[in-house]
């Protein structure tokens, strides 16, 4: 069994940071790539951004130079900083992670429970 736990949500004012993280945590035997994505009301499912096991990153046109993505191999943790906000960015943010489990489960997404995050214009 393999589960994501997001944080870091929350109301932030227009211009404001927030900080999202993402724990995985199971009998996990790899974990390939990691990603953001978020659904805002009425839209469909966006990808936010990805990060490679070797830190190469991909980022959505609309967060280019506001959003960072990194994680932590050793705490199977991956972090979305995201700064200048926008109350367009408002939104359920979901991580994702490719995950070989240990065993014989065959390599595949697990998805997180999402976290609210709320801009204020």
């Known amino acids: 069994q393999v589960q994501l736990v997001e944080s870091g949500g929350g109301l932030v004012q227009a211009g404001g940071s927030l900080r999202l993280s993402c724990a995985a945590s199971g009998v996990i035997f790899r974990i390939d790539d990691m990603r953001w994505s978020r659904q805002a009301p009425g839209k469909q499912r966006e990808l936010v951004a990805d990060?490679?096991?070797?830190?190469?990153?991909n980022y959505a046109d609309s967060v280019k130079g506001r959003f960072t993505i990194t994680r932590d191999n050793t705490k199977k943790t991956v972090y979305l900083q995201m700064n200048g906000l926008k109350p367009e960015d408002t939104a359920v943010y979901y991580c994702t992670a490719h995950v070989k489990a240990i065993g014989l489960t065959p390599t595949r997404d697990y998805w997180g429970q999402g976290t609210q995050v709320t801009v204020s214009s």
């Open positions: 990060i490679t096991s070797g830190g190469s990153t």
